[in-house]
């Protein structure tokens, strides 16, 4: 049950493309299309904005979209907007109901 | 309006016991399984338990495995995370969080949190 390693910071300008990359194993992300991802501005509760990899619920922005390869799952925001400017935590099932979240990324738009 | 809101947080010593609850309002916590999840003063998020719409199937993180234990009473519409052997570690912010029904351990659904503070 080790965290997923993701990148300590990304940063952009506004409108551009930043990709937030999250590894882990075969025993994880590798192993189930079953990653989600999570913004958290400073103070607030985390929020739901990737499931199943590449799915986004309702009411999140398509500049959100998610994609993996193998053991490792990405996070891409297009169209960088200040608001954007938050902490990224990706999380993965990892069998047996159980899960586990990454490092987390911060995300400075410039 | 849909809310979780948590609450039992406080100030305890190591070793000590403290049991969070969570309340619902605006939707039926028995129709999902649900979680805790916590967060330490400037760190990531962790998963900490869950436990099926039923009550009869729970998980832990290693971290707590024998210490917490969680619990539901769906004719309450509430949530419960009994912590026992309190270590300093387990200092955090809880959540209690709904896994979304449309797939498995996404968390689509966050209360505000209650801080939990382990120290002597």
């Known amino acids: 049950q080790s965290a997923l390693t993701q990148p300590r910071s990304v940063s952009g300008s506004p409108g551009q493309s930043v990709t937030i990359s999250c590894t882990g194993t075969s025993s994880d992300v590798g192993g189930y299309n079953y990653v989600s991802w999570y913004q958290q501005h400073p103070g607030r509760a985390p929020r739901f904005i990737i499931y199943d990899v590449n799915k986004r619920p309702s009411g999140v922005p398509d500049r959100f979209s998610g994609s993996k390869s193998g053991n490792t799952a990405s996070l891409i925001i297009s169209g960088l907007q200040a608001e954007d400017e938050a902490d990224y935590y990706c999380c993965s099932y990892a069998g047996r109901y159980s899960g586990v979240f990454g490092t987390g990324t911060e995300v400075t738009v410039l | 309006e849909v809310q979780l809101v948590e609450s039992g947080g406080g100030l305890v010593k190591p070793g000590g016991s403290l049991r969070l609850s969570c309340a619902a309002s605006g939707l039926t916590l028995g129709h999902s399984w649900m979680s805790w999840v916590r967060q330490a003063p400037g760190k990531g998020l962790e998963w900490v338990a869950n436990i099926n719409q039923g009550g009869g199937e729970m998980s832990y993180v290693d971290s707590v495995k024998g210490r917490f234990s969680i619990s539901r009473d769906n004719a309450k519409n509430s949530l419960y995370l009994q912590m026992n052997s309190l270590r300093a570690e387990d200092t955090a912010v809880y959540y209690c969080?709904?896994?979304?029904?449309?797939?498995?351990?996404?968390?689509?659904?966050w209360g505000q949190g209650t801080m939990v503070t382990v120290s002597a």
């Open positions: 969080v709904r896994e979304a029904p449309i797939t498995p351990h996404a968390f689509d659904i």
